[in-house]
């Protein structure tokens, strides 16, 4: 499987992986900076409970990154946003990179 080509990834997020709720509210595992290429583009995508939602941005990178619906997502820009979902793209024995795309609020 071929991978997105690093060149392409120009920005970095920092992602806080969705743990779950607990008795204090919810949880979240230590920051981490994830590689990335950013798409500002505002689309209709649909969250794991089946509904339409608005994600007002996006980012690609490597497919085995899969941050949980929820994760906290901090942009270059410092603006903090969560994850709507993720999709994949797998490129399998095709000329073209895989990489996952996560859609973020």
Known sequence: MR?????????????EAYL????????YAAPEPVRCLIDEK???VTNPGGQTVTSGSSYITVPSHRPA???RVTLPDGRRTTVIT?????GGTL?????????LQ
């Open 86 to 90: 993720i999709a994949r793209a797998d």
């Open 42 to 44: 505002t689309q209709q």
């Open 3 to 15: 991978q997105i080509p690093g060149f392409l990834l120009q920005h970095t997020v920092t992602v």
């Open 20 to 27: 779950g709720s607990g008795s204090k509210g919810d949880l």
């Open 95 to 103: 000329p073209v990179p895989s990489n996952t795309q996560v859609f």
């Open 69 to 71: 619906p929820n994760s």
